[in-house]
């Protein structure tokens, strides 16, 4: 038994009155409380458009499909990821080219990106976009990306899953910005053990009005704008399909839970940055771990609490490590191995680990520690011990 899970949702009780009047009213699918999440969410992380999906993956999909990536095409993605990050690049039978992180956030190493890219033209490959992923919810090399998309013509599709949310700046002298403010389309997941969660869902989020059009229409089936108005006062029995879409609309039950996680995401978010701080606190002194740090001109959502082991001064191995912690209760987690020593990525394009050298010495050292709003002090206390 688990005393202290990896993950634990902090739901109050404005979600679950929330959830039980939408019950009680009877619109259960998308409608008025999925548009009013999506209008609060484009004020709060400062978008202009923000469409509400089931998943992020549905997110990261409706995002390259709006761009109009096509077979053949290639994504530059980082390795360092959640599978859905470049699984979705497969989908449309493009090619997801994996690039390497860096050792201090673990984020996409831009001068890695621009090699394989450069490779990729060699081949003659069509590179379109860029995927970067704010790994544990911190923003990486944000102007190096933009940097490197303007000069080679790229779309930028932030996977922002971890973000919500988290801020940056080029320098000290220049102004804070908000998560999303550097990519052409940002996306969002609410999934369980997210900062803010609806159980399961997403966002797509863009300041281009053709991209959210396509996104909204591709979200349910193809169909003209606004469907779910249809069943309403103010909506007809007619629409055309112009597409043939997906199903990846968000139910006005989530969305009654994602309004109140929302107007508590500051609050959520400190409680997981108090933790985070006194689990550097409790640890530094540990000369057998490195500890995440927060890079200059960034804060950090703190989704993930990510510890290395240095393995040279340990006589034990991460993996037994997980399970001593696991005997004493307390749950973790792995983020990630990365894609490319993955049978599918290694067996359909020929990875090696080597490939993506600093990814893979990584892998073996790292272990998500709990981090989560309700964790408590003493509970931080007792996994340092
Ligand atoms: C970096 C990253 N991208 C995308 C996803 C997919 O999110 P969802 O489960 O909402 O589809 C995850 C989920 O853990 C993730 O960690």
């Not at 360092?80 to 956030?105: G, K, Q, S, W």
């Not at 995440?292 to 001064?313: A, C, E, F, G, T």
Request: proline share 5%.
């Amino acid at each position: 038994m688990l005393t202290i899970p990896f993950y634990k949702p902090s739901i109050g009780e404005d979600e679950i009155a929330e959830v039980v009047d939408t019950l009680r009213k009877g619109w259960l699918t998308t409608g008025p409380k999925t548009k009013q999440f999506e209008r609060e969410f484009s004020q709060y992380l400062k978008h202009t458009h923000s469409v509400a999906v089931n998943s992020a993956t549905a997110a990261l999909h409706l995002s390259l499909e709006a761009i109009g990536l096509k077979a053949g095409d290639a994504v530059l993605v980082p390795t360092m990821t959640f599978t859905a990050t470049a699984e979705v690049v497969r989908y449309f039978n493009a090619h997801p080219i994996l690039v390497d992180c860096r050792p201090e956030d673990f984020n996409l190493d831009v001068a890695d990106a621009e090699r394989k890219l450069q490779a990729a033209k060699k081949r003659g490959e069509n590179v379109v976009a860029i995927m970067p992923v704010h790994y544990g919810g911190q923003i990486g090399d944000a102007a190096g990306v933009t940097e490197l998309a303007r000069k080679h013509n790229l779309i930028i599709i932030e996977d922002a899953a971890h973000c919500c949310p988290a801020f940056y700046r080029d320098n000290e002298a220049s102004p804070w910005q908000t998560v999303g403010t550097s990519g052409h389309i940002s996306c969002y997941s609410f999934y369980a053990n997210k900062t803010i969660t609806t159980g399961e869902g997403g966002m797509a989020c863009t300041e281009r009005e053709d991209f959210a059009d396509r996104m909204r229409i591709m979200s349910l089936h193809g169909i003209s704008r606004d469907a779910w108005k249809r069943f309403t006062a103010e909506g007809s029995w007619y629409y055309e399909v112009i597409a043939p879409g997906f199903k990846y609309n968000l139910t006005d039950i989530a969305a009654s839970l994602g309004i109140h996680q929302l107007r508590r995401a500051d609050e959520l978010h400190q409680k997981r940055t108090r933790l985070a701080e006194l689990y550097n606190e409790l640890l530094k002194d540990v000369a057998e771990l490195v500890l995440p740090r927060v890079q200059p001109n960034r804060i950090h959502s703190w989704h993930l609490y990510v510890i290395r082991l240095k393995l040279d001064k340990l006589t034990t191995n991460r993996a037994d490590f997980i399970v001593k912690l696991k005997e004493a209760g307390i749950g973790t987690s792995v983020h990630w191995m990365p894609l490319h020593m993955h049978p599918y990525y290694r067996e359909k394009f020929g990875y090696q680990p080597a490939d993506l050298p600093c990814a893979a010495s990584i892998y073996p050292e790292i272990i998500s520690l709990p981090l989560w709003p309700d964790l408590s002090e003493s509970d931080v206390r007792h996994i340092c011990g």
